[in-house]
Structure formats: C-alpha cells, structure tokens
C-alpha cells in the first residue's frame, strides 16, 4: 500500500501539469487550473475532505480530466479507500489508455482489492506495450499464482525469458508459482538447477533456506544457510539465523561470531537485535566485543530508547558508573514511559551520591509517575542532602500515602521525615517520626543508622545512639557508615581513641571517599593531640566538599569548633 501511494504521490507531481498542457475535449481556464493546483496543495497538506471538494469541482466541469481523477486516486488510496481509489483510477486509464502509470497503478490497486482475474488482464495488456517489463511479468504472475493457474504462469514466465534473457528472478518465480500448486519439488528443482546456473547468486540460495526452513527441514536449511553466509556476508537475517542454529547445535564459538556480525548487519529487526545482546550480557563472562556492540547501537539507532537501555546494563555490569547514567539518562529522552530505567538512573545516582542530579531526576521521574512512592523517597533524600528540609518534607509527606504493604520504604520515608524536621529544628516531630519508623521496621538497619546519628548530632540521648548503633553494626560489622556514625557517637561521648579507631577502619576502607568520615577522623585526632595530623584531615574533607561552615574556622584558626550547616 506504501507503495502504491508513493508512486501515486510521484507521478501526479510529475504528470499532473503535463497532462493539463494535452488536448482536452475542455479548454481549461485558468480558474478551473487555479482550482486544481489548489486541490493538490490540499491533498498535499492533509487536508483530505478540501482536496475532494476541489478536485470533484474539476470533475463535475471537465468529466474527461484524467489529472483530476488521478489526483482523487491518490487521495482515496492514502485514505485506503481503494474502492473509490480503483473507480478513478480506471477513470483515468480510459481517458488516457497509452498512459502506462495510470495502468500499471490500476493493476496494482486490483491486486490489494484481490481481484486478480482483473489486474491480470491489465498487465496482459501493458506487456504487449512493453515485453521487457520486469515489474509486469511479476504481477501477473503473483496473478495466475493467486488465481491458480499455474501453467498460464509458467508459460508468461517462459515468455519473459525468451524476451529477456535467463536471471535468477525468473527461476524464482517459477519456484513459487510451483509451490503455490502444490508442485514443491519441481520448484525445487529449478532453484538447484539456477543454483548451479547463477552460482553464488545469494537470492536463490535464500529461497531455497526459506522454503526449509518454512517445512521444519532444519538441516537442509542449516546447510544452505552456510552457503548463503559466504555468498552474501553482509545478510544479517541469514548471519542471525545461522548463528542461533549454532549456538543450539553447540557450535558456540561460530555461532556467537555469527551473531555478533548479526548485530551490526542490516536486516534484524531492533527487537533481534535486542535479543542477541541480552543473551551475550547473560554470560558468565562478559564478551569482549560487548562495548563496540552497544556502541554501535547507540549510533545505529541514535533515538530508539531500547539502544541506550542496552548500553546502560553493560556499563553497569562492568561497573563503568557514569557511562551507565549516561547512557539511561538518553533512553528516558526518548522513551520517558519507562520506570524500571528511571529507577536505574534514580538508584545509581543515590548510591553514588550524586544528589544535585538526583535531585532533578527524581523530580523528573514523578511528573511521568506521580503514583511511584520510590520517586518520592529518593527526591526527599537528595533535597535533605541538599538541606533543603522544607521542600524534602513536601516530597516525604507525598509520596508516603503511596506505599503499600511495605513496611521498611514505609519506615524509610519517616526517617527521611525525621531528618528533614531535624534540619528545620522541629525536634518533637523528628522524634516522633523516627520512633514511628523503629516501630514499623524495628531490623531496619538504615532507619537505625540515621536515627543514631541525628541523637548524636543533637546531643540529645548518647546511650540510646549507641545502643541504635550497636545492632547494626553486629550485623555489618565491615560497612562504613556505621562505623562512621559509632565512631561519631564515640566523639560525642568523649571517647576519642575509641572514635578514632571506628572511623580510621571506616575511612581507610576501599573506595570510601566520605567527607563526614575524614572531618570527624580530623576531630578525634586533634583532641587526642595530633593537630598536624588532623589538619591533614580537615584539608582533605574541605576538598571533598564538606558542607560544614565551621570547617574553615578549624583549618585557619587551628583549633576543634562544632559542626555548623
């Protein structure tokens, strides 16, 4: 159908005012010209129901305009209509009957409407106008086929050879018209025997591995297929099915070489794609060739959300963290409507502590999911880094309606809670919250965490902070920030060495880069007597970004001062 109405679309840009400069029985003034070329800018704009309207006005005075019938033709065809579309294009052919395209197009528009008795009389008709026609012998033939009559077909077929000469398509046409008829192994035959005639011709070896395929003769078609692969390396279909039949055979090494090249072929679809770097992901061990595959998708298909999608899962996996945001960041450009890549996006960046950018995504992510309760937990988190507080509780107080049977994200969202009314100094509430939080999830080791580092913080129940403290700390006795939040606690307490100790295992941890962890390690060595030391520490959370407005006071005046925010 898309082709018939690009054809359509073509031939009336080019035949429409030729035909208006031929005899008509109607001199056309040049109103009714006027008119005309109106209904074309309609039609060409869209606007079906004006385009009618004008070229019917063309009709009604000059009934013998094949331009103006051929114009409607097209207008109907693109409307698929191809009734009225049929109507005035037979219109148009009998009005000019030396006009090959106004013929050509009826017969096509005859096969779409199934009526092959009649197309096949057209193309009869436009082959004794021209006999070398390569397009004609194949509807007429796709005619006898559908009609049944094999042997009009293979005659017309025979025909076109003698004035042709012998090529591939003609065995090929042969073919299908034989297995139309059930004659599927004298259609076989003339393949093989092309085969060998037009040997390395790849369309008739993938006919041939189509048909067996199609007839669950697998290893006919598996055999073939080979062939096919060194007769045409660039055909992705033929490389991706060979390649799936390896990998079954255990042939794996060939078949992943032959579904890689699948990959950057033309011919699978994205899906099939899609598909084959899924499974190669799936490996124990990631392919070497992984990167360049995904690379290639992403400008292969600069827009299509799933390129990128796929490209984040193999940054990810071989943790290349900022190439993985990146690359889920562009899918939800193209394709915002899905959450499992937003939560992606929202969990690498809160792991990573990227709170400027999770701040904005997770707002983002709400405005496509407004009923997500993660969305709103992890935007309230970001903004209290962030201390904005009131904005955080906003958020907080949102999007706790909607967890559901969830008990710990429930408790989660009231720690958060807490956190934000502590920074606006609603101490009550903060409390509150965090006892609610501890009554809901009592294990939740995260709730514990925050909670004992707020006491601690605020100076308000040390005991009751180490005791918080202590019971996560049995259970993940190797994870940093409890170790940091003990060690503060420790501080607090005035216990010095023991806090150094807590946070010096904290800080010297692989990867461990806190800015809260060094300034207090700073703290502890200074009130134990070693300021060289902890000025080396306080240098170094200012260059980590510590938020701590007296950090500056400590480095220039030497000496401990509390942490202000």
Known sequence: MNKLIAIFTFLLLVTSCAQLKKKTPVEHDSTYIRTFHEGVRLK????????????????????????????????????????????????????????????????????????????????????????????????????????????????????????MGSNPG????????????????????????????????????????????????????????????EADPNNGMALLMLGDMQMQSGDIKNGLQNLKSAVKAEGPSLDQKMNVLIALQGQEVMDPDMESLVKYMQSK???????????????????????????YKMAVK?????????????????????????????????????????AYFLFGAALNQKREFKKALTSLQSGIDFVLKDDDLKAEFLGQMGEAEFGLLLTKDALADYEKALSLAPKNTFVKNNYAYQLAFN?????????????????????PRYLVTYGFILFQQGKYAEAKASLEKACNMNSYQDKSCVEHLGDALFMLGYKDEAMVQWL????????NKSLNEKITQKKYAKPVF
């Not at 082959?127 to 086929?145: E, I, M, R, V, W």
């Not at 499992?340 to 809160?350: F, K, M, R, T, V």
């Not at 100076?459 to 994870?479: N, R, Y």
């Open 334 to 374: 193209f394709n915002p409507n899905v959450y499992p890549i937003w939560n992606q996006i929202l969990a690498l960046e809160y792991q990573y502590q990227q709170f400027d950018s999770l701040s904005v995504d997770a707002e983002k992510c709400i405005e496509f999911f407004p009923t997500q309760p993660l």
């Open 459 to 479: 100076e308000l129940d040390l005991i009751k902070a180490e005791k918080l403290i202590k019971e996560p700390l049995e259970l993940f006795p190797s994870e």
């Open 540 to 547: 170094r959370a200012k260059e980590l970004g510590s938020t």
């Open 44 to 163: 060409l704009n869209g606007q079906y129901p004006e385009a009618i309207d004008k070229l019917n006005s063309c009709v009604l005075k000059d009934e013998l305009d094949d331009a103006a019938h051929f114009a409607l033709a097209q207008i109907y065809l693109e409307q698929n209509n191809l009734e009225q579309a049929a109507i005035h294009t037979k219109r148009a052919s009998e009005i000019d009957p030396k006009n090959q395209h106004y013929q050509s197009e009826l017969a096509f528009m005859y096969i779409e409407l199934e009526k092959y008795d009649l197309a096949v009389v057209v193309f009869e008709k436009l082959l004794k106008q021209a006999p070398t026609n390569q397009s004609f012998y194949a509807g007429a033939s796709a005619c006898y086929a559908k009609m049944g009559k094999t042997k009009k077909g293979l005659d017309l077929l025979s025909r076109m050879e003698n004035n």
């Open 170 to 229: 003609i065995s090929i046409e042969k073919f299908k018209l034989l297995v139309v008829a059930n004659r599927d192994e004298e259609g076989i035959a003339i393949l093989f025997a092309a085969k060998k005639k037009f040997e390395g011709e790849p369309m008739i070896i993938a006919n041939l591995v189509d048909y067996y395929l199609q007839h669950k003769r697998y290893q006919e078609g598996f055999d073939l297929l080979k062939e096919l692969v």
């Open 301 to 327: 298909y600069p827009k299509e959300s799933k390129a990128h999608s796929i490209a984040g899962d193999y940054y990810f996996k071989v943790n290349q963290i900022v190439e993985a945001i990146e690359s």
